[in-house]
């Protein structure tokens, strides 16, 4: 059965303090819910800025529940890169997963599929399952164009990987026009995509590979309409951005299957 997630990206919020303060109130709220998450197999992924990874490893030492990754990594193995944080870094701290390809990536830093293909290898050589985000902008959906957009994006940056790294890969679907707009996509609308997406998947690799891979939604995803798009057969969860800062809406998203 593939994995139910509910993924909570930070972006560039919360000090020290406030990171440690969410993520304590998370953890006494979902302590509560510890079997539904067992009997739902449900992950709760928290994707905090860099300098919070290190303190994750120590909160959620024992929280079976709980894995968190980075927002991004470098596509280079080492060395003078200022600023820069490679993958074999953030695997380090104890990190699963990392982000790769968040719409905002591709917009402020210019990130093209060929970059993300390199950072999504990277992070797989290096033990991290990368989050790979894929979605059109709305003048492409006003046109027509999302289907064709969101097939380039998967083909032009991961599909041509091994088998073996493709199980690894989680895709999240974040339709730009619902990213921190508070228009979200209907549940309709991301379970028309999500099931293309799926279908790719079993076109370029294999129906098993497809049905094991978790593809989940992000844009303006809440504790009001999670539930309803988590309902939707092709829909495994969401990636969360704005909602995920405040302990108690996430925990409602992360009961919400
Ligand atoms: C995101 O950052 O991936 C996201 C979906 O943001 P929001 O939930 O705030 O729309």
Redesign the pocket.
């Known amino acids: 059965m593939r994995k139910k997630l509910a993924a909570g ?1 930070w ?1 560039m919020n919360q000090s020290l303090d406030e990171g440690i303060g969410l993520v304590s109130n998370l953890l006494e709220l979902a302590a509560t819910k510890t079997e539904y998450y067992q009997n739902n197999n449900v992950q709760i992924l928290l994707f905090p800025p860099f300098i919070h990874l290190v303190l994750l490893e120590t909160l959620l030492e024992g929280q079976p529940h709980f894995a968190y990754g980075a927002q991004n990594c470098s596509w280079a193995d080492k060395g003078a890169y200022t600023g820069e944080v490679s993958a074999s870094m953030i695997h380090s701290t104890g990190a699963g997963y990392v982000i790769i390809g ?3 990536r591709r917009q402020y830093f210019s990130e093209s599929n060929r970059i993300l293909s390199e950072k999504a290898q990277i992070a797989l050589k290096n033990g991290l399952q990368p989050v790979f ?1 894929c979605g059109e902008v709305l003048a492409e959906r006003e046109k027509g164009e999302q289907f064709a957009i969101v097939e380039s994006q998967l083909s032009e940056a991961i599909f041509h990987f091994e088998e073996e790294d493709i199980k690894k890969i989680i895709i ?1 679907y ?1 339709p730009v026009w ?4 508070g228009v979200t996509a209907s549940p309709e609308q991301a379970q028309e995509m999500h099931a293309f997406i799926r279908n790719l998947i079993a076109k370029n690799f294999s129906t098993e590979i497809a049905n094991e891979t978790s593809i989940i939604y ?5 504790a009001a309409n999670a539930k309803l798009l988590f309902s939707m057969p092709d829909v495994d969860g ?7 800062l405040i302990a108690e809406d996430f925990f409602t998203i992360s009961t919400s299957f």
């Open positions: 990206n972006k968040h719409s905002e985000c999240a974040e619902a990213i921190g707009t992000g844009g303006s995803c809440n969401g990636l969360v951005g704005g909602a995920s």
